[in-house]
Each structure stands twice: as structure tokens, then as C-alpha cells.
């Protein structure tokens, strides 16, 4: 585990990505350090085994960080790792708060979330639990400032954004998130709704986040729609 990071480490200092996941992590450590303060808020949503919440905390290290993470024993680990240094919370969000099945992939926990999805691996062990399900409007305090936003739910990005919607109307932080086949259509989520909430209600522009780096133009709705469509793109960054 501990060369297998090393190695990660030293592709990403060479830019060099061997999967797309390699790539977007790399994109999202070079986003965060471009334009993370030291007092910068962050919130860190399927946090998993805390990656990008220990780089919120490299670069934003006087700044109140939020880390969900519904699976027990990875809650257990956050918890463990970043005691005082985060809030670490049990949750899964959504729109709405209640109690609602959540599927543990146990031999692949990334894939995990309140649906099913497609996975991509062989023989998928999925174990239900039982989670308590929050918005994020309701956990954070009105007077708290937010300056990023990562989402990796598995699908459940749209859902987890209209349970925010104070924050990101008040605050108009980055979000960093995924929007692809394979996963948010489990979640009947429109392409259409989905830009016009966040353009127009929230005030944020869309860009996938590899283009924002070449030349910052923001998806028109057709576009955003059409890569969504012909599954071209799905980590995307909206800014204000």
C-alpha cells in the first residue's frame, strides 16, 4: 500500500495519468492548490479514505473543513486520522433529510451509494445499511463562509446540491463533482435541470474541469447535455 502511494505521488509529479482517475485526481490536487487559502472552508462529500481531505488541509490549514462519509468503518478511519483537524460526519445527503438504504460495495467501496449503479468490476459484494440522510444546508451553520465543494456520491450529485442551495447561493463556492451514464441516471437525473440549477438558480458556470485549464469557457446547456449524452466527460468544476 505504501510503495503503491508512493508511485501514485510520483505520476502525478511527472503529470503522468495511467486512468482517467489518476487524471482527475491530479486535476483536483492542481485546482485546489491554485486557488485554496490558508483560511479557505472546504467540504469534502464521499470522503472515502480522506485523500482529497488531506489535501484541504495542506493548503487550507486554518480553515474549517467537512468530511461525510456514510460506510462505518471508513467513518471509523476519518475519525480516527482527523481528529481535530475536521468534522467528520456519518451522513449521507441528499435534498431531503430521512433514513434510506445505502449500498456498501464491500470489494469495491468506491462504487458505493444510496443506488445501485452499474460497476465496473466482476461479482459486485453489496451489503445494505441503514443510513441517516441530512442536506447540507441543514449541517452547516448559516454564518459559515464555504470555499469548496468536492462531490464523489456515485451519482447522487444532483440530489446532494439541492440540499444545498443556501450555500451555494450565499457562498458561490467551487464544486468539484461528477455527472456520467453509469450512475446519475440510476438517480433519473435530467442533464437539463441539472444546468439550469446550477447556472441559473445558483449563479455558477460549468466547465469540464481538463478545459477549464486550457481555455475557462463555460458549457453552454447543449453542451453540458451532449457530453452527458454521448458519454464523452464526467468530472466536471463549477465557479462562479
Same mark, same amino acid.
Given at each position: 500500500m505504501l510503495l503503491k502511494g508512493m508511485v501514485k505521488k510520483? /505520476?502525478?509529479w511527472l503529470n503522468i495519468d495511467l486512468t482517467k482517475n489518476m487524471e482527475y485526481d491530479r486535476l483536483t490536487n492542481r485546482l485546489m492548490r491554485r486557488f485554496l487559502k490558508?483560511? #479557505?472552508?472546504?467540504i469534502d462529500i464521499g470522503s472515502h479514505r480522506g485523500e482529497v481531505l488531506s489535501q484541504m488541509l495542506k493548503y487550507a490549514p486554518e480553515g474549517q473543513h467537512y468530511a461525510f462519509e456514510p460506510i462505518p468503518e471508513l467513518f471509523?478511519? /476519518?475519525q480516527k486520522k482527523y481528529s481535530g483537524k475536521a468534522n467528520i460526519l456519518p451522513y449521507a445527503l441528499a435534498e431531503k433529510e430521512g433514513i434510506s438504504t445505502f449500498h456498501y460495495v464491500k470489494n469495491a467501496p468506491?462504487? #458505493?451509494g444510496l443506488k445501485k449503479r452499474k460497476y465496473h468490476?466482476?461479482?459486485p459484494e453489496i451489503q445494505k445499511l441503514e443510513v441517516n440522510v441530512k442536506t447540507l444546508d441543514q449541517l452547516l451553520p448559516e454564518d459559515l463562509k464555504i470555499d469548496l465543494i468536492k462531490i464523489d456520491v456515485e451519482g447522487a450529485e444532483f440530489p446532494v446540491l439541492k440540499g444545498a442551495k443556501r450555500i451555494l447561493r450565499k457562498s458561490r463556492p467551487l464544486v468539484i463533482f461528477e455527472f456520467g451514464l453509469g450512475a446519475s441516471d440510476y438517480y433519473n437525473t435530467d442533464p437539463d435541470e441539472f444546468y439550469k440549477y446550477l447556472t441559473e438558480e445558483c449563479r455558477l458556470n460549468i466547465f469540464p474541469i481538463k478545459d477549464w485549464f486550457k481555455n475557462g469557457t463555460p458549457l453552454k446547456q447543449k453542451e453540458f447535455k451532449d457530453l452527458y449524452q454521448e458519454n464523452k466527460e464526467y468530472y466536471y468544476l463549477a465557479k462562479p
Open positions: 510520483a /505520476l502525478a490558508p483560511d #479557505s472552508n472546504c471509523r478511519f /476519518l468506491a462504487f #458505493s468490476i466482476n461479482n
